[in-house]
Structures are given as C-alpha cells and as structure tokens.
C-alpha cells in the first residue's frame, strides 16, 4: 500500500504558530495562539506533532512554510526553522503564501449551507497599512494544477492603507488581523467580517500536497521570505 508522502507544515508569520502533518492523506495539527512566535516554541511544536504521530523527522519527505507577508520576525522565524530543517535532511520545502493561507482556513471553516464566494484576505502591516489580496473560491468546474486550493488568487498580493482596500464583491468575507487593527475598514467593508482569523497552516495541508505532486517544492537555501514592504525600496522615484 501506498503509504503517501509525509509532509510537515509550519506557520509563524502572524504571531500564533501552527503545526500541521499530511500523513496517508490523514492530517494532525497542533495551534499555539499568542502575539509573539519563537524558535524554540515552533521547534517544541514540531517536536510534539512527530511524537504524537509516531513519526521521525527522518522520515519527511518534505517540508511547507508560509514564507510572509506578515509579521517581520514571525516570517523570518518559520522560514528559518523550515530551512534549518530541510538542509539538514535533504528535503524539498514549499513555499505557500501566508494570506492564502488565511484565505484557506476561513473556507475550511465555513458552514456547507452558507458557502463564501471568495475571501479578502486583510492581514495587518503596522505603519498604518494593510497586506491584503483577494482569493476566490474554487468550484469544482475550475480547471488548476493545484487541486488541493480550495482558493485561487484573483490580481496580486498587495501591501495598502487601509482606505485602498477595495469593496468586497457580493457573497465575499473579509477576514483577518488588518481588520481589527483598523475598525472602520472592517465596518466598510461588512459582510460578517471575521476579525479574529488567524493562519492554520493545516487548512493548507491538501494545497501543499498537491504542490509536492506537481514537484512544485525547492531547494531549501533557494526559499526567500515575502515581505511586500521591501519593494518600496524598488520604485523608481519620480
């Protein structure tokens, strides 16, 4: 029988980490909310997700990681536990994007009665600004490598006051930490907004599988984190 490949995710980009193991198509998850994300309390995690699923950091076949936008030092922290773990076993690692996978814990979440058309994925930035993007989602007509997204981007991910965010589209859910963080964007946009939606890296778990199907994993030294912010330093000035 064929077992399946044994892949380990990880997220620290917002704060909270989340831990999550696809194992024989079944998937284990552990949560640890707070504000502030550290080395050894993702690696405590880890460690305590491969204990309860029997399973040896050996016996990976690869890794994903949300590799930002978000905060800073959560970014640089899942990324780097990711690399330090990958380099040492010689694994692939998948990169997936923190606000899809925002995105693909609210509709993992959402009632089968009262389906979403898509999510606006609002995480907060600081500095008065918003990461934010749009995903639909899928319907089972759409045509994707990716079969594991329940969401599929819509433009690009985009760092935004909150004043640009745009209006959601009929049958749409905002969500996230953006929308806390700036009330009357949240009262704006409306549409039962979810303040408190945070990243669950195993809600991204059937998208990273199917990633690592299609041979979409890297070479861990090659993964770079996504912060949006640093572009700025890229515009031309005027």
């Given at each position: ?14 704060g909270a980490s ?106 907060d930035a600081r ?5 934010a993007a749009r ?104």
């Amino acid at each position: 029988m064929n077992r399946g490949p044994i892949i380990l995710g990880l997220d620290a980009s917002t704060g909270a980490s989340s831990v999550a193991l696809v194992q024989g198509g079944h998937i284990l998850s552990r949560c640890e909310p707070g504000e502030r994300a550290t080395t050894g309390g993702l690696l405590g995690l880890i460690d305590a997700l491969l204990a309860e699923a029997g399973v040896a950091r050996s016996a990976l076949d690869a890794l994903a990681v949300t590799r930002g936008p978000g905060g800073f030092t959560g970014v640089r922290i899942g990324v780097g536990v990711a690399q330090g773990i990958a380099l040492g076993l010689e694994r692939p690692v998948i990169a997936l994007s923190t606000l899809q996978v925002l995105a693909e814990t609210v509709v993992a979440r959402q009632r089968a009665d009262s389906p979403v058309a898509g999510v606006l994925a609002v995480l907060d930035a600081r500095m008065g600004e918003v990461y934010a993007a749009r995903y639909r989602c899928r319907q089972p007509a759409d045509e994707s490598p990716r079969d594991g997204a329940r969401t599929r981007l819509e433009g690009e991910e985009a760092l935004l006051t909150p004043a640009a965010v745009p209006a959601l589209a009929p049958g749409w859910q905002a969500a996230g930490s953006g929308l806390a963080a700036h009330p009357p964007l949240a009262e704006r946009l409306g549409g039962a907004p979810d303040v408190a939606a945070v990243p669950d890296i195993g809600a991204a778990m059937p998208l990273a599988l199917a990633l690592h199907a299609a041979g979409e994993g890297s070479d861990a030294a090659a993964l770079q984190p996504v912060y949006l912010r640093d572009r700025v330093a890229d515009q031309p000035k005027s």
